[in-house]
C-alpha cells in the first residue's frame, strides 16, 4: 500500500472567497513537513503559516466516492 502526502495551502482572500494553492505531493509524512517549512520562508506564506494543511492519500483507490456536488459559497448570509 502506497501513501503520498498533497500539501496545500488556504487563506481568505478581502473579498471572502478562498485562495487554495496546491504546493506539491510527497512521499512521506517528514518530506511534506518539509516543504511547509520551506514555503513558509516565501512571501506571503510567511504571513499565513496556519493555512498549511497535509493529507495523506492511498494510490489506487477512489478518494471521491459520492455522486457530483459543486460548493457555491452563499453571498446572502448574515452575522447576527
Not at 27 to 39: F, I
Request: proline share 2%; hydrophobic share 30%; glycine share 8%.
Amino acid at each position: 500500500m502506497s501513501i503520498v502526502y498533497i500539501v496545500t495551502h488556504t487563506h481568505e482572500l478581502p473579498s471572502g472567497n478562498e485562495d487554495i494553492k496546491f504546493i506539491g505531493v510527497y512521499d512521506s509524512q517528514e518530506s511534506a513537513e518539509e516543504a511547509v517549512k520551506r514555503a513558509c520562508l516565501k512571501a506571503g506564506f510567511s504571513e499565513t503559516q496556519d493555512g498549511f494543511f497535509i493529507e495523506s492519500y492511498q494510490l489506487g483507490k477512489d478518494h471521491w466516492t459520492d455522486g457530483f456536488f459543486t460548493y457555491m459559497p452563499s453571498n446572502d448570509i448574515k452575522s447576527k
